[in-house]
C-alpha cells in the first residue's frame, strides 16, 4: 500500500478543495479567521474582472471586512447588514449568514444571494458565496406587484366581494363587504356567511351551501335571485349576488352588488306608473262613463217611443240598448281595474278571494280562490305587491291565454308566504318553458323584485300557466302577539 506524507495530503486537500470550489455555482471565496480572502473559485475571478473590479481588492489577500466597511461608507445598501452578518460567523456568534443584497453590474441591476458560512473550527475562518438569483427576484417582485394591483382593485371595487370554503366559512372581505354589512373583517372573518345573509341558504335549495360543491370551477352560479344582507343593527340590504368555485385555492368567491338605488328607482317607476294609470281609470270613469251613459239614457227614451208606435225597428234599438249597455259595463270593469288598489298585510286573503269573484263574474270562466289556513304578510307593501301580481296574471290568463279556469291559491311553507295562479290556457311553448319578455311578465318581476320575493313563471305540461311567488313571512304566533 503506497504511502503519503504530510505533504502530499495538504496537496491532496488543497486540490479538493479547489475542485469543490470549482463546481460550486456560484461566486465563491474563503476567508480565514480575520476574514482575509485565501483562495476565489474563477467565477468569482470573472465576476470580479467582468466589472470593473480589482482582484488586489477582492481577490486573495484582499480582506473582506475592510471591502464592507468602504461600501458601508459609500453608502451601499446592505453593506452594514453584510458586514455584521460576516463577522457574527468569524467570531463564532453564529453559524451562518444569509442576505439577499443588490449591486450595479455592467450599467445593470443584478440580484445575489449572499451565505456566509462556518468552517471548522480546527480550520477556523469561513465560506462566502454569491449565488444570481436576479431572476427568482424578478419574478417574486412581478408577483408581488401582481399581487397588489389585484389586492387594490379588489379593495377599491364599488363591490362587496368575500370569500368563503365550501362549508360557508368566511375567510376574506374587501372594504366595499364591511360598508354593505356595516361590520368589521375581524367580525366575520371565520364565521358563517349565514350570518350575514341567513337568506342565502333559502335560495340554495337542495342542501343549501352543498350545492356550491356542483358548481364547476370559473362558472357562477346562476339564477339566483336578490338576497338581503343583516347589516349589523338589524337593518338589512337587498343585494344580487355572483357565486364562483375556484378549484385551485378550493373557495368560493362572492361578489354582492347593492340593489337598495335600483329598487328605490322600480318602485318610484311603479308609483309613477300606478298613477298615470289611475289617472287614466278615472278619465274613464268620469269622462267616457257619463258620456255613456248619457247616450243609454236616449236610447231608453227612444225605445220607449218606438215602442208606443209600434216601429218595426224596435228590435233593432232594444239591440243598441243591449249593446250599450253591455259596453257601460265592460267600460266600468276597466275603470276598476286601472285604479290600482292598496291591500293592508291583514286583508291580502279577502282582496285575493274579491279579486277571484270579481273575474269569474264578468267573464264566462271559472276563477276561485284557495286559502286552507290564516296567512298574513310582514307589511302592507307586500301585501299590495302581491296582490298586483296575482292581478297581473290572472289578467294575462284572460286577456292573452284565453284560459277557460283559474286558481288562485295562498298558502305558507315554513317561514315563507306561497302565491301560486294556475290556468288552463295556452302557456309558453314549448311546455316548461320559463318567463316571457312581455310588459306584464317583466312588472311582475319588478314587483316581486321589490318586496325580495323569488318568482317563476313556467309552461305547464298539462297545458296552462303557472305562476309562483315566495316572499319571506311571519308565523301566525308572531302575527297574533302583534294585534292589539
Not at 24 to 50: I, K, M, S
Not at 191 to 206: C, D
Not at 262 to 279: F, K
Not at 314 to 322: A, C, G, K, Q
Request: hydrophobic share 40%.
Amino acid at each position: 500500500m503506497a504511502r503519503f506524507d504530510r505533504g502530499d495530503a495538504s496537496k491532496i486537500a488543497d486540490e479538493t478543495i479547489r475542485a469543490v470550489l470549482e463546481a460550486l455555482p456560484a461566486h465563491v471565496c474563503l476567508l480565514d479567521r480575520g476574514g482575509t480572502v485565501v483562495a476565489v473559485n474563477r467565477r468569482w475571478e470573472r465576476f470580479a474582472l467582468e466589472n470593473g473590479g480589482d482582484l488586489s481588492r477582492c481577490g486573495p489577500g484582499a480582506n473582506a471586512l475592510e471591502v464592507c466597511r468602504a461600501a458601508v461608507e459609500d453608502g451601499s445598501a446592505g453593506g452594514a447588514e453584510a458586514l455584521a452578518g460576516i463577522e457574527r460567523v468569524l467570531t463564532g456568534c453564529r453559524e451562518s449568514f444569509t442576505l439577499e443584497t443588490r449591486c450595479q453590474t455592467s450599467g445593470t441591476t443584478r440580484w445575489f444571494l449572499m451565505l456566509a458560512a462556518a468552517l471548522p473550527v480546527e480550520h477556523g475562518g469561513a465560506i462566502l458565496s454569491y449565488v444570481d438569483i436576479t431572476e427568482q427576484k424578478e419574478v417574486q417582485l412581478a408577483l408581488h406587484e401582481s399581487e397588489y394591483r389585484l389586492r387594490t382593485v379588489i379593495e377599491t371595487a364599488a363591490d362587496g366581494i368575500l370569500s368563503m370554503n365550501g362549508e360557508g366559512v368566511v375567510d376574506a372581505m374587501n372594504a366595499a363587504a364591511e360598508r354593505l354589512s356595516g361590520y368589521g373583517r375581524g367580525e366575520v372573518i371565520g364565521k358563517s356567511v349565514l350570518m350575514m345573509m341567513p337568506s342565502l341558504s333559502g335560495v340554495l335549495p337542495e342542501g343549501g351551501l352543498e350545492r356550491l360543491r356542483s358548481l364547476e370551477s370559473g362558472r357562477g352560479l346562476s339564477g339566483t335571485p336578490p338576497v338581503a344582507i343583516r347589516r349589523k343593527g338589524g337593518a338589512s340590504v337587498p343585494v344580487e349576488l355572483s357565486i364562483s368555485r375556484v378549484d385551485a385555492l378550493d373557495l368560493y368567491s362572492v361578489i354582492m352588488r347593492d340593489l337598495s338605488e335600483w329598487r328605490a328607482m322600480q318602485a318610484q317607476l311603479l308609483t309613477v306608473a300606478e298613477h298615470e294609470q289611475r289617472r287614466i281609470g278615472q278619465d274613464l270613469h268620469d269622462d267616457v262613463g257619463q258620456e255613456l251613459t248619457g247616450l243609454a239614457l236616449m236610447v231608453e227614451s227612444l225605445v220607449e217611443a218606438m215602442e208606443e208606435c209600434q216601429s218595426p225597428e224596435t228590435p233593432l234599438v232594444h239591440r243598441v240598448s243591449e249593446g250599450l249597455r253591455r259596453v257601460q259595463e265592460g267600460m266600468r270593469n276597466l275603470s276598476r281595474g286601472l285604479v290600482p288598489v292598496e291591500v293592508d298585510a291583514e286583508g291580502l286573503m279577502s282582496a285575493l278571494s274579491d279579486l277571484a269573484a270579481r273575474i269569474g263574474s264578468n267573464h264566462e270562466l271559472s276563477c276561485g280562490f284557495e286559502c286552507r289556513e290564516t296567512v298574513r304578510v310582514e307589511n302592507n307593501q307586500t301585501a299590495t305587491q302581491l296582490y298586483r301580481i296575482a292581478q297581473e296574471a290572472v289578467s294575462n290568463a284572460v286577456r292573452h291565454a284565453h284560459a277557460r279556469r283559474i286558481v288562485i291559491r295562498l298558502s305558507r311553507e315554513g317561514d315563507e308566504v306561497r302565491l301560486e295562479i294556475r290556468d288552463d290556457g295556452r302557456g309558453f311553448w314549448p311546455p316548461g318553458t320559463q318567463d316571457g319578455d312581455g310588459m306584464g311578465l317583466r312588472i311582475m318581476r319588478n314587483r316581486a323584485e321589490l318586496i325580495g320575493a323569488r318568482l317563476r313563471i313556467e309552461s305547464r305540461d298539462e297545458g296552462g300557466t303557472l305562476v309562483v311567488c315566495a316572499v319571506q313571512g311571519r308565523n301566525d304566533d308572531h302575527a297574533r302577539s302583534e294585534r292589539p
